[in-house]
């Protein structure tokens, strides 16, 4: 009874179910044949750190870190790019791919016609889009480190952090493809991604903007990542760390939640 209850409560996205498992197993077994297209998101922002990273940083020269000590600009804007691959992996997954399935191949009409249900679907999905955040990320953590860009023992702590910053965007993502009806919808994809990619202190520190910007400038769901990532890699952490991780958890859990519910009423209409 306690479980009945429970199940009625809680927002459909959040109740786990093992049955989404095998939706993460089918879309494995459907990009086992397209595993360079899928790695190939982490390379932008390799190049980023490059072009910027080493190319930029040798006329910028070195930059403070969160605690104040010199680092190299490679060495500070590699967190930052580390957070953008685990953002970019997961929002363009839950998106474009969940749009395109959910609208137009009908996957998910199929998938209903099993013992799943709707809510097993936004779990299996959102995990899809979190792994492949998570390749992103992992590659980008080596060639970090081959660069010499891991500066504290800490920086092991960075990918579980970019997996979070995954589990935020694609819950969020996610929810947004359920009210998207037709391709140019995805214009706001971009127009979303992009301020975020470029005003979220990724190539430089917040202190930058005027006072009256900061504060606009800490709602960006991408800022609380990069900071969060940037301690870690640069062995500066603090406090505030637990405030970004709890911003990025309630954003993926509302957005989950949101999911969940969407898919439902989309799905059994």
Do not use: C
């Amino acid at each position: 009874m306690t479980t009945t209850l429970l199940v009625r409560i809680a927002p459909p996205a959040l109740t786990s179910r093992r049955r989404a498992l095998h939706l993460l197993e089918r879309n494995l077994k459907v990009s086992r044949h397209s595993w360079g297209i899928l790695l190939s998101g982490f390379a932008e922002p390799v190049f980023y750190l490059f072009a910027v990273g080493v190319g930029l940083g040798a006329l910028v020269g070195d930059v403070r870190g969160p605690d104040g000590q010199p680092v190299t600009y490679a060495e500070y804007v590699a967190p930052a790019l580390l957070a953008s691959s685990a953002m970019n992996g997961a929002l363009f997954e839950s998106t474009f791919n969940i749009f395109f399935k959910l609208r137009y191949m009908r996957t998910y009409d199929a998938i209903l016609a099993t013992p799943m249900e709707p809510a097993d679907i936004a779990v299996g999905e959102v995990s899809w889009s979190l792994l492949r955040g998570g390749l992103y990320a992992v590659g980008f953590l080596a060639v970090t480190a081959l660069m010499g860009l891991l500066l504290s023992p800490l920086a092991v702590l960075a990918l579980p952090a970019a997996l979070l910053v995954g589990f935020a965007f694609a819950a969020v993502g996610m929810a947004a493809s359920t009210f998207m009806r037709t391709w140019q919808d995805f214009d706001l994809v971009t127009l979303f991604s992009l301020p975020l990619f470029l005003f979220s202190a990724t190539f430089f520190p917040i202190t930058v903007y005027p006072d009256a910007i900061q504060p606009f400038v800490r709602l960006s769901p991408l800022y609380h990542g990069v900071e969060l990532i940037r301690g870690l890699m640069l062995g500066a952490p603090d406090v505030t760390m637990f405030g970004h991780v709890a911003f990025l958890v309630a954003m993926g859990l509302a957005g989950a939640a949101v999911a969940g519910r969407r898919f439902s009423r989309i799905l059994r209409a």
